[in-house]
């Protein structure tokens, strides 16, 4: 036997035992009707389902006849060796998550217990993921379109990840201007970690930035809040939330929370959505990299240097550097790219 960090213990397959199926299910946002077909046909499948209770709940209706393993919150390694250990017996699994097994789910966790036992994808143990929709697409559904342009997400939660890790990462993302999705903002114990996240943001964001606060989405008691970075640590937070932060552009109109892609910064549409001077439909922006690159080079030539560009376009002096020691290119004729 192997042994995890967690001293959660790992079994050796046996001799001449044939090898089961563990699928890793994400289900969506909790309602069957979001879940994909593959999602339910790897239910139907199974002889085994395990799974966090609050899950198992979610697709009840699902299970007749099978094995059903119930698990706690932060007992996710412990799911992930009891599916080994029954498709090591040649069972098939459905290990569930919400939303995405992939995203703050169960893929991860059951990789390390599958690789600390051995496993290889030459295994006789079959291994597949089912995607599922994410919270953050789920939420972002119900309140507009906050993600139309880049995006990341961050988990709140300290339990397995060093707050500072955390605090730099929200620092990065809130100077770089992504939208950004938290997941795990609020727990009965953690109560203090979206306060910090909030004081972060607002050393880069206006306190008006646009902010949806979405729980249980397609779930019984979904709940939805639009409100600001400002005053978003005052409302109800809680672990079946996730806070969708919008970026310098993210506007609501109407109730609802949108994006811009950046049409506007190429075409008019007061002028029937031609592009506007300077601009070509298909090609990069004038402010795009090569236009970007040219107007770098004619700013070093009159004279600023690397250290003055580093400043006035808020990047660092190396990559200045490294960008003017380039030798100029013509952009390459577009194949299949499209702005949408």
């Known amino acids: 036997m192997s042994e995890l960090d967690s001293g959660t213990a790992v079994a050796a397959a046996a001799p001449g035992t044939p090898g089961g199926r563990i699928t890793l299910v994400g289900i969506g946002p909790g309602s069957v009707e979001h879940m994909t077909q593959r999602a339910r046909e790897a239910i139907a499948e199974a002889d085994v389902v395990v799974g966090y209770a609050t899950y198992i709940k979610l697709v009840a209706d699902l299970l007749e006849g099978k094995e059903v393993v119930r698990k706690g919150m932060t007992e996710e390694l412990d799911r992930a060796v009891h599916a080994l250990e029954a498709a090591r017996q040649g069972r098939k699994v459905a290990l569930i998550s919400s939303g995405d097994a992939g995203v703050y789910g169960m893929a991860g966790p059951t990789y390390e217990v599958l690789f600390q036992a051995g496993w290889t994808p030459d295994d006789p143990v079959q291994v597949e993921i089912v995607p599922g929709a994410s919270a953050l697409n789920a939420c972002a559904a119900l309140v507009g379109a906050p993600l139309t342009h880049d995006f990341c997400a961050i988990s709140?939660?300290?339990?397995?990840?060093?707050?500072?890790?955390?605090?730099?990462?929200?620092?990065?993302?809130?100077?770089?201007?992504?939208?950004?999705?938290?997941?795990?903002?609020?727990?009965?114990?953690?109560?203090?970690?979206?306060?910090?996240?909030?004081?972060?943001?607002?050393?880069?964001?206006?306190?008006?930035?646009?902010?949806?606060?979405?729980?249980?989405?397609?779930?019984?008691?979904?709940?939805?809040?639009?409100?600001?970075?400002?005053?978003?640590?005052?409302?109800?937070?809680?672990?079946?939330?996730?806070?969708?932060?919008?970026?310098?552009?993210?506007?609501?109109?109407?109730?609802?929370?949108?994006?811009?892609?950046?049409?506007?910064?190429?075409?008019?549409?007061?002028?029937?959505?031609?592009?506007?001077?300077?601009?070509?439909?298909?090609?990069?922006?004038?402010?795009?990299?090569?236009?970007?690159?040219?107007?770098?080079?004619?700013?070093?030539?009159?004279?600023?240097?690397?250290?003055?560009?580093?400043?006035?376009h808020g990047l660092p002096a190396d990559y200045i550097a490294a960008t003017l020691a380039e030798p100029a290119q013509a952009e390459a004729p577009a194949a299949g790219e499209g702005e949408g």
């Open 156 to 312: 709140l939660s300290d339990l397995l990840t060093p707050w500072p890790v955390i605090a730099r990462r929200l620092d990065a993302v809130a100077h770089a201007d992504f939208v950004v999705a938290l997941y795990n903002p609020k727990s009965g114990r953690r109560t203090r970690q979206i306060v910090e996240a909030q004081r972060l943001f607002l050393r880069h964001r206006r306190p008006d930035t646009p902010v949806a606060i979405v729980k249980s989405a397609y779930r019984r008691r979904q709940h939805i809040e639009l409100t600001t970075l400002k005053r978003m640590s005052e409302h109800d937070i809680g672990m079946l939330s996730t806070v969708l932060i919008g970026n310098s552009a993210t506007f609501v109109r109407d109730g609802l929370m949108v994006t811009p892609r950046g049409y506007a910064n190429k075409y008019d549409a007061e002028q029937g959505f031609e592009a506007r001077e300077g601009e070509k439909a298909g090609r990069s922006l004038s402010t795009g990299l090569l236009g970007w690159l040219e107007t770098l080079q004619a700013q070093h030539a009159a004279g600023h240097t690397v250290a003055d560009l580093a400043r006035l």
